[in-house]
């Protein structure tokens, strides 16, 4: 296997079920379905499906798509389609490299990408359509008045224990310690 790993270790990261949800996404969002027997894998490799995807979610962010054409064509689409997602606000640590899809090394990657932008239309208010993988948190900012702020600093939290009750006196754990001067 050209990656040195045993082709179980990184069929055995996938799963499937995130596959499914991804690839049913992408087909609601895009309104094109995935050509029938075809592995999730191989219905993305050539990058069209991808680079349609972000143009659904950012119209106009891929101006010129490649449906058609050799490897480097494909390799382009997939660089559009990473750039676009990086303009779109997905982080860029949350991208897939071109080979994890190209060369199908990694699709566990590409299936985490794809829940990235996911997450990522969530903060798009423009976006209305269907949302994939859970809505990210969102900042709660409190405002405490100085007086609340005092207040707190004489309680003892739950996570301090108790000061009530139980304490260490009669307690005896063998002998005690000697100190010997002079020695």
């Not at 006196?169 to 310690?177: E, I």
Request: proline share 6%.
């Amino acid at each position: 296997m050209p990656s040195g790993r045993p082709l179980w270790q990184v069929a055995g990261k996938r799963d499937l079920d995130q596959e499914v949800e991804a690839q049913q996404w992408i087909e609601a969002v895009t309104g094109e379905k995935f050509a029938p027997g075809l592995p999730f894998e191989l219905a993305l490799r050539d990058g069209v499906l991808l680079c349609k995807l972000m143009n659904k979610l950012a119209p106009g962010i891929i101006p010129k798509i490649n449906t058609s054409g050799g490897d480097y064509k494909m390799m382009d689409n997939i660089s559009q389609f990473q750039k676009a997602c990086i303009q779109y606000g997905v982080p860029d640590v949350d991208l897939f490299q071109s080979v994890d899809l190209f060369e199908q090394k990694n699709i566990y990657r590409v299936t985490m990408t794809i829940f990235a932008i996911g997450r990522t239309a969530h903060k798009h208010p423009e976006w209305r359509g269907p949302s994939l993988g859970p809505k990210p948190s969102e900042e709660n900012k409190r405002d405490f008045t100085e007086m609340q702020l005092r207040a707190g600093e004489g309680v003892i939290g739950l996570q301090a224990g108790q000061n009530k009750g139980a304490t260490q006196a009669g307690q005896n754990f063998g002998n005690t310690r000697k100190i010997l001067l002079g020695k």
